[in-house]
Nanobody
Framework: QVQLVESGGGLVQPGGSLRLSCAAS????????MGWYRQAPGKERELVAR???????DYGDSVRGRFTISRDNAKSTVYLQMNSLKSEDTAVYYC?????????????WGKGTQVTVSS
């Protein structure tokens, strides 16, 4: 059974940086698109960034230019480098292995890591 374990969250001052990591168990990591999502209190979960198997990336409007997603297939790990952090970036950040259609595999979520941006 695939498991995703996030790490790297914490408390940081506005303008600071953090790097999140998501380590995946299981096989064939490289064929899956991987994403980072976040959910702030009272808000819907939203896409932060996604990276596809061919290296293409996709970002949410609010983080584009500040955050960078990357992956290391040899380590089965996806990263999220977060720079110029703002208080509105405070949320629980979740890693997700994106579903595939053929062959079918469902979304797989990690348990999340808290990021708090505050002075």
């Amino acid at each position: 059974q695939v498991q995703l374990v996030e790490s790297g969250g914490g408390l940081v001052q506005p303008g600071g940086s953090l790097r999140l990591s998501c380590a995946a168990s299981g096989s064939f990591f490289s064929v899956y698109a991987m994403g980072w999502y976040r959910q702030a209190p009272g808000k819907e979960r939203e896409l932060v960034a996604r990276i596809f198997s061919d290296g293409r990336t996709d970002y949410g409007d609010s983080v584009r230019g500040r955050f960078t997603i990357s992956r290391d297939n040899a380590k089965s790990t996806v990263y999220l480098q977060m720079n110029s952090l703002k208080s509105e970036d405070t949320a629980v950040y979740y890693c997700k292995r994106e579903r595939t259609i053929v062959p079918y595999s469902p979304d797989v979520w990690g348990k999340g890591t808290q990021v708090t941006v505050s002075s």
